[in-house]
């Protein structure tokens, strides 16, 4: 009997919250209430859509105490067990309870790039890897399944329609068609928003796409990434290399229209909304 391919998962939740500093202190932004459950909860709902998965979560360090009473919690059996110690009626168990869940410290230099290497060395090789960035939640789509749907074996990013209003929190992807395949041609970081202008001037605003915090990588990708020089001076980004890749072979483009959740955005006030619902 062919068994089920194993999904192979990084999510990246590496960061320490700097736009959000001053409760990031004290609880990751992962973990912000949304809906009345952690926001990583939500997230580990969506990967659910992929098991059989190995996801591998990659903290910072800063936060080891915290995720080691999350280890207990979250792992397989935590609530059940949970729930017999505190006497309560047995209910269904949550939905990742089907994943192979896992917690490693971020090492190394801080950075995505970071995150997805220090993940993807913890799963098995020769297998596509999908990334997830854990402060981004889609509440009306599942952009993970939708990434499954790629064939295996080529990169694919998620992105949303282009808001010119968003850009300075978002990369900005050029897109044209290769055959029936929507691709990428050119990827900007957090365009300024002279040069956004000159992006739609240059290819209309439908031509352009916002990138968003699911993707799916091959291989071939990551082990590229690991290769690649580092510039001490700037920080490396996924984006950019997503950029690079595009220069050398198609990197497929999957569209969601769900509205995003963004945990580590400080405009959104998430921790004080969430808490008095």
């Excluded at 290819?203 to 590229?224: K, N, Q, S």
């Amino acid at each position: 009997m062919n068994r089920q391919p194993i999904t192979q998962v990084v999510v990246c939740a590496g960061g320490l919250g700097t736009r959000v500093a001053p409760w990031a202190r004290h609880l990751p932004k992962e973990f912000t209430p949304v809906a009345g459950r952690p926001g990583i909860l939500h997230l580990l709902d969506e990967l659910t859509a992929l098991a059989p998965a190995q996801v591998t979560v990659v903290y910072h360090p800063f936060y080891e105490p915290f995720i080691a009473w999350a280890k207990t919690t979250l792992s397989r059996g935590g609530q059940a067990a949970y729930q017999r110690a505190a006497r309560l009626p047995r209910t269904d168990l949550p939905l990742h309870e089907q994943l192979d869940l896992s917690f490693i410290p971020q090492r190394g230099r801080y950075a995505d790039v970071t995150s997805v290497l220090n993940g993807a060395d913890h799963l098995h090789a020769n297998a596509d890897v999908f990334v997830a960035f854990a402060d981004n939640l889609y509440p009306h789509d599942n952009p993970s399944l939708a990434l499954a749907a790629v064939p295996t074996g080529q990169t694919a990013v998620l992105v949303r329609p282009y808001h010119a209003a968003e850009v300075g929190h978002r990369g900005v992807v050029v897109s044209h068609h290769d055959g029936d395949a929507l691709v990428v041609a050119d990827l900007v970081e957090k365009p300024s928003p002279e040069r956004a202008r000159e992006l739609e001037d240059e290819h209309g605003a439908a031509g352009l796409w916002l990138l968003e915090g699911r993707a799916r990588l091959t291989r071939a990708f990551v082990d590229h990434l690991r290769r690649a020089p580092m510039d001490p001076g700037r920080e490396p980004k996924l984006s950019l290399a997503i950029r690079r890749c595009a220069q050398r072979q198609p990197v497929r483009l999957v569209v969601t229209h769900s509205t995003v959740t963004d945990l580590g955005n400080p405009a959104a006030d998430w921790p004080v909304t969430a808490l008095v619902r």
